[in-house]
């Protein structure tokens, strides 16, 4: 059973680029078809979808967030990774990875990661 | 993109059956079959419970039931049980390649 891990700084000042990882264990990504995700959380708010890639390397973006946002994948390395730029504090929030199991671009997300909380504070 | 419309918060007696909608528009739930549910207990990262509108996963609960009509999307949750007490949220596929998730519905059990 594959099991997903966020990583990456938890402290940006307003500006700064957000960079996160997610690793993926209990399995080669390259093995499988699958999309993997990006969903964060602001604190006491409800989730956001920030996009999908899928293991080949296309992408799916929201389009509030598309101009600033960057999603790659290494299946080398089993990760795939999230870049956002110019973040404000309105960024500040928990950042989830998680795979979507329909082996399409359809939307339901497991297993995911715990979660990173990502702070933007000057 | 608009979040997709969820009641804020639901209630229920242990043994009831509730429902939570789910909102969208012929852009999103009234034109796809790729609707999903989650469950996020506090400090928690969210669970899937339902995809494509009413399939579950392995492990759920068969208390838990999904449904669509039109532009609006229902979970049930039957037989309540005190740890049905969490954070709700619905996902939809929607034009333009996207996914848009519901504003989240918090569950209290009586």
């Known amino acids: 059973q594959q099991q997903l891990q966020e990583s990456g700084p938890g402290l940006l000042k307003p500006s700064e680029t957000l960079s996160l990882t997610c690793t993926v264990s209990?399995?080669?990504?390259?093995?499988?078809?699958?999309?993997w995700g990006w969903v964060r959380q602001p604190p006491g708010k409800g989730l956001e979808w920030i996009g999908s890639?899928?293991?080949?390397?296309?992408?799916h973006y929201n389009p509030s967030l598309k101009s600033r946002v960057t999603m790659s994948v290494d299946t080398s390395k089993n990760q795939f990774s999230l870049r956002l730029t110019s973040v404000t504090a309105a960024d500040t929030a928990v950042y989830y990875c998680?795979?979507?199991?329909?082996?399409?671009?359809?939307?339901?997300?497991?297993?995911w990661g715990q979660g990173t909380l990502v702070t933007v504070s000057s | 993109q608009s979040a997709l419309t969820q009641p804020a918060s639901v209630s229920g007696s242990p043994g009831q059956s509730i429902t939570i909608s789910c909102t969208g528009t012929?852009?999103?739930?009234?034109?796809?079959?790729?609707v999903s549910w989650y469950l996020q207990h506090p400090g928690k990262a969210p669970k899937l419970i339902i995809y494509?509108?009413?399939a579950r996963p392995s492990g759920v609960s068969n208390r838990f039931s999904g449904s669509k009509s039109g532009n609006t999307a229902s979970l049930t949750i039957s037989g309540l049980q005190a740890e049905d007490e969490a954070d709700y949220y619905c996902?939809?596929?929607?034009?333009?390649?996207?996914?848009?998730f519901g504003g989240g519905t918090k569950l209290t059990v009586l």
């Open positions: 996902c939809s596929y929607a034009s333009g390649s996207t996914l848009v």
């Open positions: 494509d509108v009413s």
């Open positions: 012929s852009n999103d739930i009234g034109d796809y079959n790729y």
């Open positions: 209990g399995g080669s990504m390259s093995s499988y078809t699958y999309y």
């Open positions: 998680a795979r979507d199991g329909s082996g399409s671009f359809r939307g339901w997300f497991a297993p």
């Open positions: 890639i899928y293991y080949s390397g296309s992408t």
